[in-house]
C-alpha cells in the first residue's frame, strides 16, 4: 500500500496495522470480508450534539411552538432547555425515545423527508459549517480502500435506523439496507386509498447498544464482520466480537485527543460492572487504537 491510498493517515504504529490487516485480508474468501463502522464519534463529529440529537431538538422546537403545552412534558422541557442535569437524571435514552414519539403517525417518506429538510440546512453547532463538512476524512479514505478490496462495509450505530439510512448513502456510500440502528414500530393501515405504512410511539427492540448490536448484526447482516470501527462504550461488544473472528480481525477505536482540531474527551466505559475509560480497555485488550491527533494529518472531510 502506497501513502496516497491512506493519504490522511500518517506512518506510524496505526497505519502498520492497517497496512497489515488488509493485506492479510486477502486471503480470505470474498464473501467474508465484512467491515463494519459506527457512526458517532467514528464517521463524523458528536459533539457538542449529535446530528440525531440536533434533529430531534429542531423538530420539538417546531413541535412546542405549535404546541406549547408539549413543552409541558419532563422530558421535553429538560430537552428545551439543555439541561443536561435533568437529561441525566430522567436519563438520555429515556429524553431521546420521548423525541421520538414526535414522529408518530408519520409515513417513512414523510420521515424521510424531515430528515433530507434538516441536513439540507444544518450546521454544526460550534463551527458554523454543513454538518457534511463534520464527516472524518481518514475514515471515509480508510472505507475507499476496503471497497477496493472487495469488502462489503456496513455502518452500525445506536441512532435511528431511518434517520441514518436517509444519508447513509450520500454520505458514506453505503445503502441504506446497509445500515443497523435502533429502530421503532410501524403500524400497517388500510385507509380509503392505498395502504400505508405508520411509525408509532413503540420502540422495536432494544436501542442498538453493546450486546444487542451483535444479535442486530446477525439479523440483518448474517455474516460476523472482521473489521471493526468505534469509539465508545456502546460499541465495545462490537469490537470484542470483531476480534474473535476465525482469521485476520481488527477492532479500531477512535481515541478523541485532538482539541486543537476536534475535541478532547474520554469515552466512557459502563458496561456490566466495569467502568473507567474505553481507551484503557482498548489498550488491554491489544485493540488498535487511533489517535486523532497523532494518527491523522487531517481530520474532516471539507479541510
Request: charged content about 25%.
Amino acid at each position: 500500500m502506497t501513502q496516497s491510498q491512506l493519504p490522511s493517515w500518517r506512518p506510524g504504529a496505526t497505519r502498520d496495522a492497517l497496512e497489515i490487516f488488509l493485506d492479510d485480508a486477502e486471503t480470505v474468501r470474498v464473501e467474508q470480508r465484512v467491515a463494519v463502522f459506527d457512526v458517532d464519534g467514528t464517521l463524523w463529529c458528536e459533539k457538542p450534539r449529535s446530528p440525531l440529537v440536533e434533529f430531534l431538538l429542531v423538530e420539538l422546537r417546531a413541535a412546542a411552538s405549535a404546541r406549547p403545552i408539549l413543552a409541558e412534558r419532563e422530558e421535553y422541557r429538560a430537552a428545551l432547555d439543555w439541561d443536561l442535569a435533568a437529561i441525566n437524571r430522567l436519563g438520555p435514552v429515556n429524553v431521546v425515545l420521548a423525541l421520538t414519539e414526535l414522529h408518530a403517525g408519520l409515513t417513512p417518506e414523510a420521515f424521510e423527508a424531515r430528515v433530507r429538510a434538516f441536513f439540507a440546512d444544518a450546521r454544526h453547532t460550534d463551527r458554523g459549517v454543513p454538518i457534511s463538512q463534520m464527516r472524518y476524512r481518514p475514515m471515509l479514505e480508510l472505507i475507499a480502500e476496503l471497497r477496493a478490496r472487495d469488502f462489503d462495509v456496513y455502518v452500525v450505530s445506536g441512532a435511528g435506523l431511518e434517520f441514518i439510512r436517509t444519508i447513509s448513502h450520500d454520505y458514506f456510500g453505503v445503502k441504506p439496507e446497509g445500515v443497523v440502528g435502533s429502530q421503532v414500530g410501524y403500524e400497517f393501515v388500510r385507509g380509503d386509498g392505498a395502504p400505508v405504512l405508520l411509525r408509532t410511539k413503540e420502540r422495536f427492540g432494544d436501542p442498538n447498544e453493546g450486546p444487542a448490536r451483535i444479535a442486530s448484526i446477525q439479523r440483518l447482516l448474517g455474516r460476523r464482520p472482521m473489521l471493526a470501527a468505534g469509539n465508545g462504550a456502546g460499541d465495545r461488544e462490537m469490537l470484542e466480537y470483531v476480534q474473535a473472528f476465525d482469521g485476520p480481525s481488527l477492532a479500531l477505536l477512535v481515541d478523541h485527543d485532538d482539541a486543537a482540531r476536534e475535541y478532547e474527551y474520554a469515552g466512557g466505559l459502563t458496561t456490566g460492572t466495569s467502568s473507567g475509560s474505553i481507551t484503557a480497555a482498548a489498550e488491554h485488550m491489544r485493540w488498535t487504537v487511533v489517535s486523532m491527533k497523532d494518527d491523522w494529518t487531517t481530520v474532516f472531510a471539507a479541510s
